[in-house]
């Protein structure tokens, strides 16, 4: 398994199709984006795929922002492959973010993650990552 | 009372000081960056301020990115001066930054906000946001 961190020459139509039908293991009805929308000037953003005999088998993104409070990373859109589940690839793609992190200079990680996803919170937890006691609220527009 | 949007020209010792003195309002003790450290090429952010007779009297940020699973914004450091608060400057900071997430495209904005923040969780809900069942898992390194 290599671990990698996606350039912009890494997709291909093929990529793009592998990393959508990734996606839709974890969230099936979901609107995705295209990964060349991920590419803007103003986007710090970190996607890391594990790749095996040419098949995408996890991936997670990190998104980093400097605020008064901070300087913030959001993990975003991770998922391992059904058939790879419980094999340690989903550490391997969080380790790999936080050594980007901690390269960029971010200081506190984020996540959040639904009460049923039981193998993803442990993992979290595994790696350092506190519960908090705040709410998340959304909006959409 | 005017509501700006912070470019770096505002940006004076007095100006710093007042936004230093501000967000000690809502976290006495953490660690704050300052504002100049905010404007650097990849942090797509968007500060927004009240401003009244020369003081500051509230402010809110934004942060945008892009991942496949959306265009998102988090707010973030919401304070409103505690001889200002219970008049609305809240809820004009917070439709300022809604009405900029809009015009950059953004398709879900999120916050977090602790438990004991009563008016500031009826605001948030007046304005639409929804409480997540999501859990918020932090790590500082």
């Given at each position: 398994?290599?671990?990698?961190?996606?350039?912009?020459?890494?997709?291909?139509?093929?990529?793009?199709?592998?990393?959508?039908?990734?996606?839709?293991?974890?969230?099936?009805?979901?609107?995705?984006?295209?990964?060349?929308?991920?590419?803007?000037d103003?986007?710090?953003?970190?996607?890391?795929?594990?790749?095996?005999?040419?098949?995408?088998?996890?991936?997670?993104?990190?998104c980093?922002?400097?605020?008064?409070?901070?300087?913030k990373?959001?993990?975003?859109?991770?998922?391992?492959?059904?058939?790879?589940?419980?094999?340690?690839l989903?550490?391997?793609?969080?380790?790999?973010?936080?050594?980007?992190?901690?390269?960029?200079?971010?200081?506190?990680?984020?996540?959040?993650?639904?009460?049923?996803?039981?193998?993803?919170?442990?993992l979290?937890?595994?790696?350092?990552?506190?519960?908090?006691?705040?709410?998340?609220?959304?909006?959409?527009?």
């Amino acid at each position: 398994m290599e671990i990698a961190l996606l350039q912009k020459n890494h997709v291909t139509p093929e990529f793009q199709n592998q990393i959508r039908a990734l996606f839709q293991q974890l969230a099936p009805t979901k609107k995705q984006l295209q990964l060349l929308d991920i590419f803007n000037d103003k986007n710090n953003i970190t996607l890391v795929y594990g790749i095996k005999d040419g098949e995408i088998l996890g991936m997670a993104s990190m998104c980093v922002y400097t605020v008064i409070s901070g300087k913030k990373a959001w993990i975003e859109d991770v998922v391992v492959h059904e058939n790879e589940r419980g094999k340690g690839l989903g550490r391997k793609l969080m380790q790999k973010l936080l050594e980007v992190a901690k390269k960029k200079g971010v200081t506190e990680l984020l996540l959040f993650s639904a009460e049923h996803r039981v193998a993803a919170k442990q993992l979290y937890e595994d790696l350092g990552f506190k519960m908090s006691a705040s709410k998340l609220y959304k909006l959409q527009v």
